[in-house]
DNA sequence: ATAGATGCAAATATTTTGCCGCCAG
DNA sequence: CTGGCGGCAAAATATTTGCATCTAT
């Protein structure tokens, strides 16, 4: 029986579905000053291949330009957390207690993560939606986040004992 | 037309409904030494009305035994994560960088927050079970941990404006 | 008796802030 | 021009670790 699952990745990597100049529109739309680290900064968001912490940010923006700052990375995802265009998530602390960032798409997913080998899948489900829906009804909210993360052990992490 | 969703509070209160001592039973059960200082973490863990952060837990913890440190609970607190007795949440980061914890059931439920007035509702429902089982099915995990937390504005706070 | 816990102090890790010179608009 | 921004250093916060001592079993 086929599944009504939508998988964006099998692997742990991210696609990058976000238009190339995502980020920059919506801050310049905003009227938000765009500096040149920031450029670098909302450049390696886009770009990400995978969910990365402030750190990883700082070292692949300090790649491209050597003169940015931990600080001033911080101040930027602060922003951007702000204006609501990117999520902190902390991946069920698998690895610490550190921050991951993601320039989120459209569509909310929920992060499937082994707690084995650490790979993040990232997977939509109409069931999802469904779910927001009833909480929201039931609850008489209006949702503006939603966040789930769910681990467990992978097939080749069961296999390999 | 009546809603699925079971509510456990509807105040951001938690409602105890563990039994007094499990925790130092299940414990018990693992050959776990039972020393003083974790009785105490334990009894303040399974007494909570909401979720707290490892100073509150210290300072209620220090209320009953004023010996206990903040090493031991952090201590204590990672032993109970280790054996999937608690739960640690973010709660969406809506107050700060926090980590919360709880004493976990045997039902996963979903935190339902207001970023208004950062009221908590844990909220279960059997369309949340269907899709964890989904995703096991279809991801080929096997789900040892499930985190779900949505923000938005609760009734009063849309009313206050 | 003894493996494993605690306490203390210090080390780490992570994030935030004050202040001042600088730059995007 | 000028108000917001970035850099530097330091503070604040949060969590972990080494080591000597103590204790539950």
New binding site residues.
Partial sequence: MSSTLAHRVSTGERINVEEAGHLQREL?VR????????RV?LQVMESASRHM???EILSLAQQI?A?????????????LKRHGLID?LDLL?LR????YYESHGPRDHIHVACVGCGKVREVESPLYEELKQQISRDCAIEITVARTEIGGLCEDCRAKG
Avoid at 67 to 77: D, H, K, M, N
């Fill in positions: 310049g009227r938000i000053r765009l500096t040149r680290q920031r900064v912490d402030a750190e330009d003169a940015i700052t931990r600080v001033t990375v911080y101040r930027t995802l602060d922003l902190e602390h610490g207690h550190r921050h």
